[in-house]
């Protein structure tokens, strides 16, 4: 715009550039255009129409063919370092950052859901986005010690199947998760964790859902403004066992986030999954930053605390090191 590249605010995929009166140029969404809005209608991505797509932090010019699809190259034999994850993480919550999780079922029926917790209690959720289900068996397993009626040595109880019902309706006669909770009928877990620390969390429905929960949204585009009002604060995002939500999210996610003296980074993005299905399909869908971890959640979130707990202890014993993290 006159002679100088502009950065839009709040980037996301599939979307348009908006220009603003004073200047400012914004991304959103086709639904929330307006009549009489600018819109950049280029089709070119290398700058000849003045739309440059940059997928790094490199001068213009550079790297033109960056930005393409089905290209990633993920595999579970690739090793993972899980030293430098918890490094990140723990970073993050030092300069104050915002880690989005996003989270599927299958952390709680693997027995994560105490890590999960830990994480919140400990400071490095900035906000959880999740389904119904997710809220749902976390709280069966606080209220009866079950995840869909199995027990957490993975064997079937009797009745077990209507569990799940009877934990959603004590929460809808309770109102809602946070009164639950102050009720005394949620003791601990993942969602007990959000509400005692005052994690922002997002539940959103599917046609699948049973209830569901008070707290989940059901309109998909609310629930998608209310996923997006976390991911424009990101500034780290990880992506654990959940397909649909995970590439929801990163398509709403920028690619890179500023920096306090005004540079910017890549975001950190971490998908995990038992298959290499999810995380190449986040990558393919255009979440280029994306590092794809191939095992299950479970695994993930056991070693991943560890490494954040011995990175701080590590840190503890050295009198030169940073200062200890506040814990929330």
């Known amino acids: 715009m006159n002679g100088a590249w502009h950065a839009p605010r709040e980037p996301r995929m599939d979307s348009g550039l908006v220009l603003h009166p004073d200047g400012t140029i914004w991304v959103r969404e086709g639904r929330q255009l307006k009549k ?6 280029g089709d070119k991505e290398d700058g ?20 393409t699809f089905m290209s990633s190259e993920v595999s579970r034999e690739k090793p993972i370092d899980y030293a430098h994850m918890a490094r990140v993480l723990i970073e993050e919550k030092e300069r104050g950052g915002y880690p989005v999780w996003v989270t599927g079922p299958a952390l709680v029926h693997s027995r994560a859901r105490s890590d999960m917790a830990w994480f919140i209690a400990n400071g490095y959720v900035g906000a959880l986005l999740a389904g119904n289900a997710v809220a749902v068996h976390d709280i069966e397993a606080s209220i009866y010690g079950t995840t869909l009626g199995m027990s957490n040595t993975g064997e ?11 934990a959603i309706n004590m929460v809808r006669a309770a ?7 102050d ?3 949620i003791k ?6 959000c509400v005692k620390y005052n994690v922002p969390f997002v539940l959103t429905g599917s046609i699948r859902d049973d209830g569901p929960l008070p707290d989940v949204i059901t309109d998909a585009l609310e629930a998608q403004d209310a996923m997006r009002a976390h ?10 066992a959940t397909a649909l939500h995970a590439i929801a999210t990163g398509n709403m996610l920028p690619a890179f986030v500023a920096q306090p003296d005004g540079t910017m980074r890549e975001l950190a993005t971490i998908c995990v999954d038992s298959s290499e299905f999810v995380v190449s399909k986040l990558k393919d869908r255009g979440t280029h930053q994306a590092f794809g971890v191939v095992t299950n959640a479970q695994d993930f979130m056991h070693i991943l605390r560890l490494y954040v707990e011995r990175e701080l202890a590590t840190r503890r014993a050295t009198p030169s090191s940073a200062s200890e993290p506040v814990t929330r």
């Open 156 to 166: 079937i109880t009797q009745g077990g199947h209507g569990l799940h019902m009877r």
């Open 188 to 193: 601990d877990g993942i969602m007990y964790s």
């Open 231 to 240: 991911t424009i604060k990101a500034t780290m995002a990880l992506l654990i």
């Open 48 to 67: 000849t129409q003045g739309i440059y797509v940059q997928t790094h932090m490199v001068p213009v010019g550079a790297d033109e063919d960056a930005f």
């Open 36 to 41: 009489g809005d600018l819109v950049a209608v």
């Open 183 to 185: 009720n005394g009928i």
């Open 175 to 181: 109102g809602s998760i946070a009164k639950a909770v």
